[in-house]
């Protein structure tokens, strides 16, 4: 790999660790949902510091070209990703429907009392 | 026995009065209006009136606004809850039928179909095609023939009531509760009611949106006809 897309790479990695890091601190993200960009921000780290370990790894499935591999994968995560956020959305909004009836119900409770 | 008549509103301001006021002439009903987060003077009027309302914050769609309904049955107690848009298309004078079946303990579930008598107003012809390919789709789903799947107008017993408190598919929700109903083995009938044309306002359901509404529909029946087979195996307790 060219030294200058290999910096490129590992101040990108460094970033975004440092920023899902940072958020994390800050109780902007939820650990729960975290873990998965955490993983993901280390082996963007160590891939961009041992890049033959990538092609070694490309190799040894059949791929020729490692950036493939790489594109491919990070498509598959992305993937998977969405999905889970998918699930997420469609769990809070289950809660929040529920929520909102119960609110409802109690609403008009409190109405009758203070009648 | 108690009788519980949910109206699930949204907008209806200029429907509401005359609904109630028919309702009122049907003795031994109770009813309450679900105000589904309605942007017009909809709450406004049922305060002022005095009806028996419960207000939803946001506007949470039919579906989960029927269910507030079913939710409020249950925990008041209701034997029998029946269910009767807030646009003022049907008509009260038919509740008494539509919860015969009931009472006498032929089915657990009715559901007010505009096309076994052919009175009333019979929906627009695309609609009509529209609903009976849904219906064809259901009877391949369950092995049974229901007309007016989509019809709004339906009476359902305690156990059922149950049901839709913890069933109730909030997307497409008429032709689902059918096919919810069945799966879980509960006796569907339809009885015929006269519906009338819209009082005031548009129905919810566009001409141009048919198409793509009847791609959802079908593909989300399909799917929860499969899915019920897995509730199903954690026992009928509902």
Redesign the interface.
């Known amino acids: 790999m060219n030294l200058t897309v290999q910096i490129i790479a590992i101040s990108m990695s460094v970033l975004f660790n440092f920023f899902v890091f940072q958020m994390l601190k800050k109780g902007v993200l939820d650990f729960k949902y975290t873990i998965m960009w955490i993983f993901s921000g280390l082996f963007m780290l160590s891939a961009s510091i041992y890049p033959q370990y990538v092609s070694f790894i490309a190799e040894l499935i059949g791929i020729s070209e490692p950036i493939n591999f790489l594109f491919f994968f990070g498509i598959v995560f992305l993937l998977i990703m969405l999905l889970q956020m998918t699930i997420i959305v469609s769990k809070f909004k289950d809660h929040i429907y529920t929520l909102t009836q119960k609110l409802g119900i109690l609403q008009k409770k409190m109405d009758e009392i203070s009648k | 026995m108690k009788k519980l008549i949910i109206i699930p509103a949204y907008n209806e301001e200029k429907n509401l009065v005359s609904l109630i006021n028919e309702i009122r002439e049907v003795p031994g009903f109770d009813y309450i209006i ?1 105000n589904d987060g309605s942007k017009d003077n909809t709450s406004a009027i049922c305060k002022e009136n005095g009806y028996n ?6 506007n ?1 769609g039919i579906g ?1 606004a029927v ?2 309904g079913y ?2 049955a249950m ?1 008041n107690d209701y034997d029998i809850a029946i269910q009767i848009d807030g646009d003022g298309q049907h008509d009260p004078r038919f509740l008494n039928n539509l919860i015969k079946p009931l009472i006498e303990g032929d089915a657990d579930f009715v559901i007010g179909s505009r096309f076994l008598h052919k009175k009333g107003f019979q929906s627009t012809s695309a609609r009509k095609i529209g609903i009976s390919l849904l219906s064809n789709l259901i009877f391949i789903l369950t092995g049974n023939k229901f007309y007016d799947i989509t019809s709004g107008y339906r009476a359902v017993n305690k156990p059922v009531i149950k049901l839709f408190v913890n069933h109730y598919l ?1 997307d497409f929700p008429e032709p689902h509760s059918i096919i919810v109903a069945i799966k879980k083995g509960f006796k569907l009938l339809e009885m015929p009611v006269h519906m009338r044309q819209r009082m005031n306002g548009n129905s919810s359901i566009h001409f141009l949106k048919a198409i793509y509404y009847m791609m959802k529909v079908s593909t989300s029946l399909i799917l929860s006809s499969m899915e019920l087979k897995d509730i199903d195996e954690e026992g009928k307790a509902v």
């Open positions: 679900i309302m419960i207000e939803l914050p946001i949470l989960a269910q507030t939710l409020y925990e909030k």
